[in-house]
């Protein structure tokens, strides 16, 4: 097996090119075909890219057309849910770098030359995640990968990534598995994330890359909750140390049924957070260099 030094060895020696391509994923219900042609129409206008279109639980072949060469279209009559759609959508490309972008966004000019550039500059950057701003020009909070969403026009190394505006190198995306699909929906970005970290890749935000979205407020179902309670549970049982996951659960225990606010969204999350220990999952748990290494850039594991 080859130790640290190696890896970091071979990955130099694998530096991309400032021009190489990348294959841009969305995924959709085809719901949205209005911003849908919209986001296809930014990624074809970028230098060195195509668009792999995930018709994710979408049975009619009709429905999902290729509006030019630069697509290729796959579907899936089963709805995967965003990690497994996502995932579906990796394995169709051989590119360099794989990028993914939501249904209802779009890249804004050079966006790619940039993040080709960065990847070229750093050969240890395994995923870039990219800055969202809405119609006013602004980043919510939230889509900021830096604790408290702090100063969005910088860019640096983080801890995580925006799933629906990100860039990830190839050789890190299947050196580490790729995303956990079982969770279907929520937190799968956080659980690449530190797998990744754990191989010696690391993450950075690059302001200066942005991407439309628009303004859209946080709400969430009781379906929602469940899957959020329950994969806080999953992702801590498969990826992190003991300790650590059992502290992460029962603080993800008390968050959740705070942030749940009423009766039948906490019975939810309480639901899916049981739920989470019943699941038979494949440990991987990261080391505790890698703990230390996510407390530095803000976001220890327990939050």
Sequence with gaps: MLNRAAWRWDRSLGA???????????????????ALTRAIASIVRQSNSSVVLVG????????????????????SPENL??????????????ATLVGFLDDDAE???????????????????????LRLVDEGGTSATRHVPRPGGRAPERSGDVATFLGGASVIRRTAYDEVGGYFTELFYGHE?????????????????????????????????????????????????????????????????????????????RRAYLDGWRDGWTVSIHRRPIR??????????GRPPVI
Excluded at 82 to 91: E, V
Excluded at 232 to 253: E, F
């Design 16 to 34: 991309v090119p400032d021009d190489c391509h990348i294959d841009w994923v969305v995924l959709t219900r085809g719901d949205r075909p209005d």
């Design 56 to 75: 994710n639980g979408v049975t009619d072949a009709g429905e999902l057309a290729a509006p030019s060469d630069d697509v290729d279209v796959v579907r």
């Design 81 to 94: 849910g965003i990690p497994g759609g996502r995932d579906l959508g990796a394995s169709r490309s051989s």
């Design 107 to 129: 890249l804004h000019d050079a966006v790619a030359s940039s993040v080709q550039r960065c990847f070229a500059e750093r050969p240890q950057l395994g995923a870039v995640s």
């Design 189 to 265: 970005e956080v659980e690449l994330s530190w797998r990744l970290i754990d191989a010696g890749w690391s993450i950075e935000y690059l302001a200066d890359a942005t991407v439309f979205h628009p303004r859209t407020e946080i709400s969430r179902h009781a379906e929602g909750w469940r899957l959020t309670g329950r994969n806080r549970v999953l992702i801590a049982r498969r990826t992190l140390p003991w300790p650590v996951a059992i502290v992460h659960v029962l603080t993800w225990l008390a968050l959740g049924f705070i942030r749940a606010g009423d009766r039948r969204n």
């Design 288 to 297: 505790w260099s890698t703990v230390w290494r996510l407390t530095r850039l």
